[in-house]
């Protein structure tokens, strides 16, 4: 019963450095999400897909890309790190739209750029 | 601007105590208020979804208040365990427009629990 699991949990960038993020869920949800979570702050959606080869831009998309090739994988990519990016990603999921339903989150990725 | 926010930013309790988590939101127009648990280097989890007509919502020992004429709601933890140490975010869904629109979310910025032995 994995749920929404994410890879890697931790990474260390130095500045100008790409990464990928992988979002896995075995739920058969359509919608995805990614945030973003800074000391306080409330977390900030970056982007998020409305299912299969869709994707839309939440609150702070600037230095991100995004891609859903699988229903069940949702991946964000850095293409070059940045201090301000140093933060915790959340990869969430849903069912049907989120105004109406709960989102599972994965475990988070602990992300420094150096 | 849709802002949520939550009062104490931090609270310490001891073990076995009543709290109440504090949030007040400017969300329109508003769909529905959800609190979620967010243990220490974990995803939150959702503890309830209230919508505008429900006032009251519990979950075990978690219990949500909502008066959407002042724009308030409150978690009451009774009998706190070790357990709940945690952070508590208050998360208010902005009216959907319908189509294939996600459902704006806001989160608060949590409120950090410690309960002490």
């Known amino acids: 019963n994995a749920g929404v699991t994410q890879t890697p949990k931790f990474r260390v960038l130095k500045t100008g450095q790409s990464m990928t993020l992988l979002c896995a869920q075995d739920?058969?949800?359509?919608?995805m999400y990614w945030y973003r979570q800074d000391p306080g702050m409330g977390l900030r959606l970056i982007h998020y897909?409305?299912?299969?080869?869709?994707?839309a831009k939440g609150e702070v998309p600037d230095g991100y890309n995004v891609s859903r090739l699988k229903k069940q994988n949702f991946l964000l990519g850095l293409e070059s790190a940045a201090p301000s990016q140093t933060s915790v990603y959340f990869c969430?999921?849903?069912?049907?739209?989120?105004?109406?339903?709960?989102?599972?989150f994965g475990a988070g990725t602990r992300l420094s750029v150096l | 601007k849709n802002q949520v926010e939550q009062s104490p930013q931090s609270l310490i309790i001891l073990e076995g105590k009543n709290c109440t988590l504090q949030c007040n939101y400017t969300v329109s127009p508003f769909s529905n208020l959800r609190w979620y648990k967010q243990d220490t280097g974990r995803g939150p989890v959702s503890l309830t979804i209230?919508?505008?007509?429900?006032n009251t919502k519990s979950n075990g020992r978690y219990t949500a208040t909502l008066d959407a004429d002042t724009k308030q709601s409150s978690l009451h933890i009774t009998a706190s365990q070790l357990s709940d140490s945690a952070s508590y975010i208050c998360?208010?869904?902005?009216?959907?427009?319908?189509?294939?629109?996600?459902?704006?979310?806001?989160f608060g910025q949590g409120t950090i629990l410690t309960v002490h032995p």
């Open positions: 897909s409305v299912g299969e080869g869709t994707t």
């Open positions: 998360v208010v869904s902005a009216g959907d427009a319908g189509g294939t629109s996600y459902g704006k979310l806001t």
């Open positions: 739920m058969n949800h359509e919608y």
């Open positions: 969430a999921s849903s069912y049907s739209p989120v105004a109406k339903n709960i989102q599972y």
């Open positions: 209230m919508t505008f007509s429900e």
